[in-house]
Nanobody, 126 residues
C-alpha cells in the first residue's frame, strides 16, 4: 500500500522558513519522480515543485522560484521542501505526490497522481 506522510508544517510570520518532509513507503521510492502540490482554502490544487528520481533535476512554479528548494533522500525514502522568505499567499495545505508523468512535464500540465497523503498545513501570517 502506497503511503505518503507529510510533516513539518506550521504557522510562521512573513519572511520565515519551514522545511516540509514526506515519508514514503509501499513503493520503490527511487524509481519515481515526485512533486509537492498545495491547496489553499476555496481553491483547486496547485503544483508547486517536482524532482526527478535521481534528485538532480528540479522544477518550480514561477511564484516560488528562488525561495523554495525541493530535495530527496532516496536512502530514507523521504522528500523535502525547504521554504524560505515565506509570504502569506503560500498559506495552504501541502501534499507530496508521486508523479504520473516525468517531472519535466509538470510546469505545463497535470503531472501528478491523485493519491496524496493527509497533507501538512502551512500558515504564513503576522
Amino acid at each position: 500500500e502506497v503511503q505518503l506522510v507529510e510533516s513539518g508544517g506550521g504557522m510562521v510570520q512573513p519572511g520565515g522558513s519551514l522545511r516540509l518532509s514526506c515519508a514514503a513507503s509501499g513503493f520503490t521510492f527511487d524509481s519515481v519522480d515526485m512533486s509537492w502540490v498545495r491547496q489553499a482554502p476555496g481553491k483547486g490544487p496547485e503544483w508547486v515543485s517536482g524532482i526527478n528520481r535521481g534528485g538532480d533535476s528540479t522544477y518550480y512554479t514561477d511564484s516560488v522560484k528562488g525561495r523554495f528548494t525541493i530535495s530527496r533522500d532516496n536512502a530514507k525514502s523521504t522528500l523535502y521542501l525547504l521554504m524560505n522568505s515565506l509570504k502569506p499567499e503560500v498559506t495552504a495545505l501541502y501534499y507530496c505526490t508521486r508523479n504520473a508523468l516525468p517531472v519535466e512535464f509538470c510546469p505545463v500540465t497535470n503531472c501528478y497522481e491523485g493519491h496524496w497523503g493527509q497533507g501538512t498545513q502551512v500558515t504564513v501570517s503576522s
